[in-house]
């Protein structure tokens, strides 16, 4: 069966200073895979995904993320945090099929605190 | 956003009682999504559709059931709550594309306690 790990529950950050998110799967086959942000009180916004090509993506927001093949990941980064940066990040992955993103099974999460 | 409305919002109920929620979508998408939030799990899958009157489940069924007679609405059951499912329960909708395929746009969510 799939799964997602998100090792960091929690992680605190310096505004401006670099963030890093880390994420592995567990799956069978090459994923379809997503990073998605909870504001508090709030639904998930999609950040960026990957399904296949450059295994280096660009989401919204200034984030980034690099699928690994040889290592299951999907790390996302941002270069300069802001402090509205502050929420949940979950990393998700979905079956390789059309539509895209069906089914999908979401890491627990890390919650992000940005200091000033 | 997608036009994507969860009712109600918040909701406290008695063991045993049933309790329906609502996600209501105007963007005519084709796949509707009901998942359950939960520290440390992230979100789980409870039951999908993919057409009116088309459903299955995910991977949290138990407990749970679902209709879709309209496009626009699909509705999550609980026919007798436990504390067990007190949650939050995150509707998502999706449509359908080509290619590399279509996002999952969700609700705000409905906050349930079980009391």
């Known amino acids: 069966a799939q799964s997602v790990t998100q090792p960091d529950i929690h992680i605190t950050v310096s505004e401006g200073a670099s963030l890093e998110l880390r994420c592995n799967y567990s799956y069978g086959a090459t994923p379809y895979l997503f990073w998605y942000v909870q504001s508090p009180g709030q639904g998930l916004q999609l950040l960026l995904k990957?399904?296949?090509?450059?295994?280096l993506v660009q989401g919204i927001k200034g984030f980034e993320a690099e699928f690994k093949r040889s290592q299951s990941s999907f790390n996302l980064r941002k270069p300069s945090v802001h402090w509205s940066d502050a929420a949940e990040y979950f990393c998700?992955?979905?079956?390789?099929?059309?539509?895209?993103?069906?089914?999908?099974?979401f890491g627990g999460g890390t919650r992000v605190l940005v200091k000033p | 956003d997608a036009g994507i409305t969860q009712s109600p919002r918040h909701k406290v109920t008695e063991t045993g009682t049933p309790v329906t929620l609502r996600c209501h979508q105007t963007?005519?998408?084709?796949?509707m999504y009901w998942y359950r939030q939960d520290p440390g799990h992230g979100l789980r899958l409870i039951h999908y559709?993919?057409?009116?009157?088309?459903?299955d489940k995910g991977e949290v069924s138990d407990g749970y059931s679902v209709s879709r007679s309209k496009t626009e609405d699909f509705l999550l059951t609980l026919e007798s709550a436990t504390s067990s499912q007190t949650s939050v329960y995150f509707c998502a909708t999706q449509g359908v594309s080509r290619g590399s395929g279509s996002d999952q746009y969700f609700g705000a969510g409905t906050r349930l306690s079980v009391l």
């Open positions: 990957y399904f296949s090509g450059d295994t």
């Open positions: 998700a992955v979905g079956p390789p099929d059309v539509p895209a993103g069906n089914k999908l099974t």
């Open positions: 963007e005519n998408h084709r796949y």
């Open positions: 559709s993919y057409g009116v009157k088309d459903t």
